[in-house]
């Protein structure tokens, strides 16, 4: 075991496959001399040069797309995008492209490409840069969306990704980078599609992925310390959905709560709600509830910002009154 | 086409007293970000001043601006008050937007500014839309789209030169081309590094100048904006200018040298402001009394957002919608 840093980890599995398959390069904007804007990809051009690590002028469409026709082509692009924010100027590449080749050419075509970055709100980043879109992304067959928590997951997971054959979209946490977990010194794949109990518990079970599952652990120490004891399911991969554990889970415990960074409308969450209410109505003991941002446009001013996240204060407020239900 | 008006020994002490202004509450900014009062992004404008303000004094007071994140300055040149502006830094209901925009979105429909904008290059297509209104409604107004060297490479920008160009609309595309978009030169970004060639493919007006000397900066624009309001089309132009700090207050800036700084230091549009008003007879003294006079009123700016209120909770949802339509 190793105690890395979550940019460190993200940086193994770009490595490890890197050396292992020459096909597979890492393009973006700051990703080279730079060392990364969040330097993820630090020393990344020392060691594989110019020709796999790629910087490029701040033109996503472009990039995103290149990277689409390059995998078409046969080489493997990691496309590292600095926040998914910025991927909205490069949606129609993901979305009318990259998801929908390999069902329009009836499989001639493949498309192997990662687009990876950070989602969601850091601090005080304001309307545009603080936004959570797995949902944007989730709703489209033909791509694969994995948004990660600890270190383990993102070696485990990126390798898998880089691996995969289909397009994924990535999504890793600006707050983050710098969180350390241990990560098992041999090499190790972790399959998409298997979510992950990172806590254990029987009266209430918490869905969640990404940097909700920190907000819900911590949530979950303090209803332990009034007696109530919550499990914490961490998705890991939003598509495919780990139906089999989510619904197990949900059945076993009876109350779920689904907490997710991002907008209520349309999310995540409620595609899990609709999900397990149609799976496991009749173990159910509770409705399906959501804690999500509140249904507001990110204001800058800390106050604000404060109400409209999802903090532990509010995944603990929901619980105590589900379970007094 | 006449050359406009040399500004006299008067215009200038205002030139130089807008510009010191900008330096101050912005070196003051930077304080209060190292004492965490203001978070999020904070891109300083110090070493490009001269733009703002020669280009300000080349418009009319109805004449829109628009630019992205790097925007206080401009913001400032245009008329809001340092108050307002730092008070929106430290997210205060007195700032410029009620604390909601925060560094990266300084509006102020008083002042004619649509804002700044976050997402690279996006915002360009505002500057046409609000020169097609103008043109529509048969107004004499012109918009002025300020954009980095980075930007030019965006899809959106390039989009909206084509439409400005082909409606002749009366609208200024200004790059400030300060050399790097975040760590990247733009010899490194751009096959082309004077920006104002971008205009070429779609037939536009172009040229290119030194942007370090607001008496210049403002004889560029005003040219620019008497063909753009003559109603024979757009302009767009490549102002070579420099940023002395790093991209954002998380960047060291290590991909230049101290030496080059230095150069550009040394074209430093107060000092070259300073030089001309000695040249002219006015006296050191009313020199250094015009810089004390910015320090006094960037200096009040920050006591006046240290005591001013958060926004209220319950104004959060009150933007989200125009109400009663
Ligand atoms: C579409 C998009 N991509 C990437 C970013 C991240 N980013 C913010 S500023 C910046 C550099 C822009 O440089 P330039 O246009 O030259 O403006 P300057 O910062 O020099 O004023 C980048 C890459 C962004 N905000 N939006
Ligand atoms: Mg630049």
């Not at chain 2, 089309?233 to 960047?251: E, N, T």
Request: charged residues 25%.
């Amino acid at each position: 075991m190793s105690v890395l840093q979550m940019r460190e980890a993200l940086r193994r599995a770009m490595n490890e496959e890197m050396r292992r398959d020459e096909r597979v390069f890492l393009m973006g904007e700051e990703v080279a001399e730079y060392n990364g804007a969040y330097k993820v990809s630090e020393g990344m051009l020392k060691e594989f040069g110019a020709r796999r690590v790629i910087d490029t002028p701040i033109a996503e469409n472009g990039f995103f797309g290149l990277g689409v026709g390059a995998a078409m082509a046969g080489i493997r692009p990691i496309v590292e995008v600095m926040t998914w924010n910025f991927s909205l100027v490069a949606y129609d590449q993901v979305i009318n492209n990259a998801a929908k080749i390999v069902q329009m050419t009836a499989g001639q075509y493949r498309c192997p490409i990662v687009f990876r970055g950070p989602t969601g709100a850091a601090e005080n980043l304001g309307s545009q840069h603080s936004q959570s879109l797995e949902s944007i992304y989730a709703h489209f067959p033909g791509l694969k969306v994995v948004s990660v928590s600890t270190p383990r997951d993102a070696v485990g997971l990126l390798k898998a990704s880089i691996r995969d054959d289909n397009p994924v979209v990535f999504m890793e946490s600006e707050l983050m980078y710098g969180l350390k977990g241990e990560v098992p010194d041999e090499e190790f794949i972790i399959p998409l599609g298997v979510a992950d109990l990172k806590r254990a518990g029987d009266d209430v079970l918490l869905v969640t992925w990404n940097k909700s599952v920190q907000t819900c652990l911590a949530a979950a120490e303090t209803l332990a310390a009034e007696g109530i004891s919550a499990a914490v399911l961490d998705l890991r991969t939003i598509r495919p959905l780990d139906e089999e554990a989510l619904y197990q889970h949900a059945a076993r415990i009876g109350r779920v709560v689904v907490v997710q960074e991002g907008f209520p409308f349309a999310g995540v969450g409620a595609e899990i709600v609709a999900r397990v209410q149609e799976a496991v109505f009749d173990s159910l003991d509770a409705p399906v509830v959501r804690v999500t941002n509140r249904d507001v446009n990110q204001p800058y001013a800390t106050n604000l910002e404060k109400l409209v996240l999802p903090g532990p204060d509010r995944v603990v407020e929901t619980v105590r009154n589900l379970l007094r239900r | 086409m006449e050359s406009p008006p040399v500004p006299g020994p008067d215009t200038l002490q205002r030139w130089l007293l807008d510009m010191a202004v900008i330096r101050r509450v912005e070196e003051l900014a930077q304080g209060a970000y190292q004492q965490r009062k203001i978070r999020g992004f904070l891109h300083l404008y110090i070493g490009q001043e001269a733009v703002a303000v020669g280009s300000h004094a080349a418009l009319r007071k109805d004449d829109v601006v628009v630019t992205a994140y790097r925007d206080h300055g401009i913001a400032l040149a245009r008329g809001v008050s340092a108050r307002a502006v730092m008070a929106e830094l430290y997210g205060r209901s007195t700032g410029v937007c009620k604390g909601l925009g925060g560094s990266m979105h300084m509006a102020s429909a008083e002042h004619h500014i649509y804002g700044g904008y976050g997402i690279v290059g996006g915002h360009v297509p505002l500057g046409a839309g609000a020169a097609l209104a103008f043109q529509y409604r048969g107004e004499s107004r012109i918009s002025l789209t300020f954009f980095g060297d980075g930007a030019s490479n965006q899809g959106a920008f390039f989009e909206a030169l084509a439409l400005a160009q082909l409606w002749k609309l009366p609208a200024i595309f200004v790059c400030e081309n300060n050399r790097y978009a975040m760590g990247t030169s733009v010899e490194r970004s751009s096959y082309l590094t004077d920006m104002s060639r971008r205009g070429d493919g779609v037939g536009m007006v172009r040229w290119q100048f030194e942007a370090y000397d607001p008496v210049v900066v403002y004889e560029n624009i005003a040219k620019a904006a008497e063909h753009a309001r003559s109603g024979a089309g757009p302009v767009i132009l490549d102002a070579q200018c420099y940023r002395y700090r790093g991209h954002s207050m998380s960047d060291p800036g290590k991909y230049r040298s101290a030496e080059e700084v230095a150069e550009y230091r040394k074209r430093d549009p107060l000092l070259l402001t300073a030089d001309r008003l000695l040249a002219a007879g006015v006296s050191q003294e009313r020199i250094d009394a015009i810089l004390a006079e910015a320090d006094a009123i960037a200096t009040e700016s920050v006591s006046f957002a240290d005591a001013s209120p958060e926004p209220e909770a319950r104004e959060l949802y009150d933007h989200t919608y125009v109400e009663g339509t």
